[in-house]
């Protein structure tokens, strides 16, 4: 979502590079928006500061402040700086933006709010979709992946099942998933891939024996978050729990469908953003005051809307 900032600032500027941490590299090298992407890898921030200086930027948008983003591009001395309002180093920044949420919005959209960034100077965009190009070395590697399979573009479905939190809890159940991968495999008669990272593994392989179906393939780690945007662009359609992997389906165009499954996900602020999604909200009733990164039995994850999932994939595929 952060890309579309860059896209904002290219009415105005000639180029738009990046600065992020090494785990985001891989993505914002293939968004188009951004021309260069400079890595953030910890080190002392007079020698961060330092080496961006030697690029002569004329200013600089943080779209997630913290007391390092604040005062990096200040040591840089880059003269126009903007970030988020009402934090204590807030001072930093010549432009100061309050975050929506902090006035009591809790519907618009992370995109938008992620614009108002460049808004405060004058850069604004009307094309809100997020962009992601997978190279050819990410193409090579979906097509070598879908010959092991022996899948053909266009005839299989990526089932994502994991967020961030899922591999490190140790208690994430996978009945739901085996439930929904047999339900689809049932309605649309395709194979059907169970995406993930590396971590994800045990998890996904659990989901795979449970639904006893020789066409669900574990391919967790199998990609790169390159190679995984090349697959998706090939497949029928995406179905995944909230995280990165959804948006990245529904910016290569996939049919995707969000899965929304705690009362406490906030799908209008997170929903996918392509030219065909749907979303499917929380119906699970949780414990009051339950959150996903302490919850005791993950019990909706278990009781996924099975019928809803499967309907708004059903009503995605059929419009096209």
């Given amino acids: 979502m952060a890309s579309l900032a860059a896209r904002a600032l290219h009415a105005r500027y000639a180029q738009v590079d990046a600065l992020t941490l090494p785990s985001h590299s891989g993505a914002l090298e293939r968004v188009p928006d951004i021309d260069e992407v400079l890595v953030d890898d910890g080190c002392d921030e007079r020698e961060l500061a330092a080496s961006i200086a030697q690029h002569r930027y004329d200013a600089c948008i943080v779209t997630w402040a913290t007391a390092r983003t604040a005062r990096v591009p200040q040591l840089a001395q880059i003269p126009v700086r903007v970030g988020q309002a009402r934090r204590l180093y807030s001072w930093r920044f010549t432009h100061r933006v309050p975050v929506r949420?902090?006035?009591?919005?809790?519907?618009?959209?992370?995109?938008?709010?992620?614009?108002d960034y460049p808004r405060a100077i004058g850069c604004d965009t009307s094309d809100a979709f997020p962009r992601f190009v997978p190279a050819d070395a990410d193409d090579a590697q979906a097509r070598t992946l879908m010959a092991d399979l022996r899948l053909c573009a266009d005839r299989f479905i990526i089932m994502h099942p994991t967020n961030a939190i899922a591999p490190k809890r140790g208690i994430w159940p996978v009945e739901g998933w085996a439930a929904l991968a047999t339900a689809l495999r049932s309605r649309f008669g395709l194979p059907l891939l169970v995406s993930g990272s590396p971590a994800d593994a045990p998890i996904n392989a659990a989901i795979v024996r449970q639904a006893q179906d020789d066409e669900v393939y574990d391919i967790a780690g199998r990609t790169g978050i390159g190679g995984f945007g090349a697959l998706a662009q090939r497949a029928r359609l995406f179905a995944g729990i909230t995280t990165g992997s959804m948006h990245v389906a529904a910016a290569v165009g996939a049919p995707t469908v969000g899965i929304f499954p705690f009362q406490t996900d906030t799908p209008e602020r997170w929903a996918p953003i392509g030219e065909r999604t749907a979303i499917v909200r929380a119906t699970y009733p949780c414990r009051p005051g339950e959150r996903k990164e302490t919850c005791l039995d993950y019990a909706c994850i278990a009781h996924l809307d099975v019928p809803r999932i499967v309907a708004a994939a059903d009503s995605l595929l059929s419009a096209r």
């Fill in 101 to 115: 949420s902090e006035l009591g919005d809790v519907t618009s959209h992370w995109s938008q709010i992620v614009l």
